[in-house]
């Protein structure tokens, strides 16, 4: 392996880590601030025991998130500092933002709320909570508007060899940064809801708590159902999306080879990076690729051999991520709507095969965001920012192959530290229940 390869493989490997605690700060703490409003709102000391439970919980995730994310800005002067200097007038914007005001709000507030039990109203306790979790939320919108310049560059012009910015709304009102934003948090959303469904579901097997793990269950659900529409709909117009501004990486997901009118998607498909085609295509469904990246049916689909080829991202793992992630976004859907139902009916002990499903489920939202991570970034090669800058030209260049084998092995070892932590203690106080923790 060369320096870039070995770079991407780094960035990748604590960006994958860093994103096992993103999504459920973001889902978890809209929940812990939906039960402690329950509470405040009917005086029932069982929200106000959930609200401590499942808040413990997203401390602990919450803290470890933190850590694992402070390394991958760094990166950007150590392994990349070719790219630093080119988009640095505007990629770091954004970043700075985040860290002076979201992360500040966030941290903050945190502080107020953990501490401030007793010694602040309960009306200014709550406020506390809902800003925790708007500005995890807020966080991640800086964060990806400063991705989503690297996938739509706006708002620019090259200078001296450099993207220096001329336009900072263009930037921050980029549909690109909104759209993968909104598609971005609400799959967090659904992350935080088969959380508590997950851990609610296994103590419901084990008749634990019942009452306060139906009440959580049933929230988790109807904020798991709304979420998981929502991740469908907006995916769908990010997908249109990315076939406007991002051609290569929609015929990528789809493996489509040969520009086509009409262009359908493949029920059954195997697709050969190598020969540049598709080894299998079964089943396909007339004129729905054209559909979903156009909303036109008879839209012509540019393939991927219309293009230079040396500017085309690798097909097989950005085509398996996408569809293992609309299959599993699909399946939270019907899961969701069911769980929802049958809380609602006041049936889910009466199903205690659907409960061990919505427990064994508690992974699968975390593998959606992973491949979708994948999708975006993968997708986007050999680009760092699309159609202006090649990743090959962007790493630093004094880096030896034996710096960066170093630091992928210590970050290697240090991050499945922490995420073996983390399982441990969520594990551990998840497993406990609300009384002890209370």
Do not use: C
């Not at 699909?330 to 427990?359: Q, S, Y």
């Amino acid at each position: 392996m060369d320096v870039v390869t070995l770079s991407r493989l780094q960035f990748g490997a604590t960006a994958m880590y860093h994103f096992i605690f993103v999504p459920l700060t973001l889902g978890l703490g809209i929940l812990v601030a939906i039960m402690e409003t329950l509470h405040y709102r009917t005086k029932n000391e069982i929200y106000l025991k959930m609200t401590k439970f499942w808040g413990r919980l997203f401390l602990i995730n919450f803290v470890l998130g933190i850590v694992t994310g402070i390394t991958l800005e760094f990166q950007f002067g150590t392994n990349w500092a070719q790219y630093s200097i080119y988009v640095g007038d505007i990629f770091g914007a954004p970043l700075a933002i985040e860290a002076t005001l979201a992360f500040f709000l966030e941290s903050t507030f945190l502080g107020v709320w953990l501490f401030g039990w007793k010694r602040i109203s309960p009306k200014m306790h709550l406020i506390s909570i809902w800003l925790v979790a708007f500005s995890s939320n807020l966080s991640a919108l800086w964060i990806l508007i400063a991705n989503a310049w690297m996938q739509d560059p706006v708002g620019f012009v090259l200078k001296n060899n450099r993207a220096e910015m001329t336009n900072f709304a263009a930037v921050v009102f980029n549909p690109y940064a909104w759209l993968k934003f909104t598609h971005t948090i609400t799959a967090g959303f659904v992350v935080g809801a088969f959380f508590v469904m997950g851990i609610s579901a296994y103590h419901l097997l084990k008749k634990q708590n019942v009452e306060f793990f139906k009440k959580s269950f049933y929230i988790a659900a109807t904020f798991g159902m709304i979420s998981s529409l929502l991740v469908f709909f907006i995916g769908d117009m990010h997908a249109a999306e990315v076939a406007h501004v991002q051609p290569t990486k929609i015929a990528a997901m789809e493996s489509l080879w040969n520009t086509e009118k009409s262009a359908p998607i493949y029920l059954l498909l195997v697709p050969d990076d190598a020969k540049k085609s598709n080894l299998v295509e079964a089943f396909p469904i007339p004129s729905l690729l054209s559909l979903l990246a156009y909303h036109d049916p008879n839209a012509t689909v540019r393939g991927l051999n219309s293009f230079p080829q040396n500017d085309i991202p690798p097909v097989t793992p950005v085509f398996l991520s996408f569809r293992i992630m609309v299959g599993l976004g699909t399946l939270f859907i019907f899961l969701t709507i069911l769980a929802w139902w049958l809380a609602k009916k006041d049936k889910l002990l009466n199903h205690r095969g659907f409960l061990r499903i919505m427990l064994y489920s508690l992974p699968l939202p975390y593998i959606a965001t992973q491949v979708g991570w994948i999708v975006a970034e993968v997708g986007r090669q050999p680009w760092i920012v699309y159609g202006l800058l090649k990743t090959n030209d962007a790493v630093s260049k004094n880096l030896t192959i034996g710096d960066v084998i170093l630091t992928l092995g210590i970050f290697i070892v240090l991050y499945t530290a922490l995420a073996v932590l983390d399982f441990t203690l969520l594990t551990y106080y998840a497993r406990k229940g609300p009384l002890e923790t209370d």
